[in-house]
Structure formats: C-alpha cells, structure tokens
C-alpha cells in the first residue's frame, strides 16, 4: 500500500469495501456529502454487462446466450444464478470483468488525485481486497455487519428492488465472498455497521477527520 507521506503533491484514494449488505455505499455516500469523489466499482462491472460492452462476447461464449435478455443486456439475476452457485464458474466471470474494472477504476482515480491535489477519491469496491486492487490505494477502509445482519438486508434490499432472492441464493451471495473477518486484516480502518445510524455518521465523521489529516 503507498503511503501518503510520498504522494502530497496528489489527493487521498480512499478503498471501501466489506461484505454484501455491510454498509459500503452508505458511507461512501455520506463521505460524498462531505466532499469525496466516489468512483463505484461495482457499477464500472454493471456497465460491463450492457449490449455494448467489449466483453459481451466473453460472457456469452463462457456463460451462453441464454444470460441475455431481450435488449441484449446480460441479465444480473440470470448470471448471478449460475456464478454464485458454482465457484469455477464465478472466478471465470471476475477472469472476465475485474481486469477491465481495476483498469478503469484506477485509471479514474488517479486523473483525479492527480488534478487535484486536495480532493479525495473513493473507491468503492466490494472486491477491492480479492482482486489485488488494495495496493493503490493510500488508505484502507472495512465496513462489517453480522452475517445475519447481512443476509436479513440482503433480503430486504432484493424485496425493494423487485428482484427477490430466496435466503439460499442470499447466502450463497454471502458465502461466495472473503469473509468480512479476512478482511479486516488489510485495514486501516474498520467501521461496524451493526448499531444506530447516529453511531455511523460518528464513526464516519472521525474516518473523515483522519483522510483530512492525511490529506494535508
């Protein structure tokens, strides 16, 4: 990991990741407000999934036509039941998308920081750790919930989005990542996501402190 001491004539980028359903976009969006730049990881990989993509081909010759919907689009549930259920399968998809993900989300990160030597970016990433992309970012963070608080807002979240998951394929989600306690072994900073919300926007406020102090 580079240390900021070697970069002040760039900004701060700042990883975020943890488990499903452990709080990641929730305080990258309250770091938003504060001022951070977040870059998604995860919607770089959902764009990957659109007709247009430089990698439909890949997808439809590992996976089969049958992931696609009408539009051309690689239907998320479609794959998600094939990928979760069969880890081969799963680390064929990441051999596919991760490489374009990492190149884009880097690429991204550091014009930014690189522009501005003030700001903050945030890289949001659930895979941060797995896919090796931890070792350029000048900052750790790893936000955690309980198994059972993730596979109850895992539900909950598919409910709302209207595209419901049995508590099977929820925790097959769960069980396909790095656990949460694995980790907390690459950070710098751990935010517990189990409480009230006025314990995270603390927890949240005192991370924002510490960016700012290294960002100087």
């Not at 880097?106 to 003030?118: C, I, N």
């Not at 596979?151 to 508590?167: D, G, K, M, V, W």
């Not at 009230?196 to 926007?201: C, S």
Request: net charge negative; glycine share 6%.
């Amino acid at each position: 990991m580079e240390t900021a001491t070697k970069h002040r004539t760039r900004g701060t980028i700042v990883g975020i990741t943890g488990g499903i359903a452990c709080g990641k976009t929730t305080v990258s969006d309250l770091l938003t407000e504060k001022g951070a730049i977040p870059i998604n990881a995860d919607e770089i990989g959902h764009q990957l999934l659109k007709a247009d993509s430089p990698v439909i081909d890949e997808l439809t010759g590992a996976f089969g036509d049958d992931i696609l919907e009408a539009s051309g689009d690689v239907s998320r549930k479609k794959l998600g039941a094939i990928v979760f259920q069969d880890r081969t399968a799963r680390e064929r998809l990441n051999s596919i998308l991760h490489p374009l993900i990492i190149q884009r989300s880097r690429a991204r990160a550091r014009q930014l920081v690189t522009e501005d030597p003030t700001c903050v970016v945030l890289l949001d990433a659930p895979l941060l750790i797995e896919a090796g992309a931890y070792d350029t970012v000048d900052l750790i963070v790893v936000v955690t919930a309980s198994p059972e608080t993730q596979l109850r807002r895992t539900l909950e979240r598919s409910i709302a989005q209207e595209r419901p998951l049995t508590e099977t394929e929820v925790q097959a989600r769960i069980d396909a990542q790095m656990p949460v306690t694995e980790k907390i072994k690459y950070a710098d900073i751990v935010i517990e996501n189990e409480g009230t919300l006025e314990d995270l926007y603390r927890q949240v406020d005192e991370l924002w402190e510490r960016i700012q102090e290294q960002n100087k």
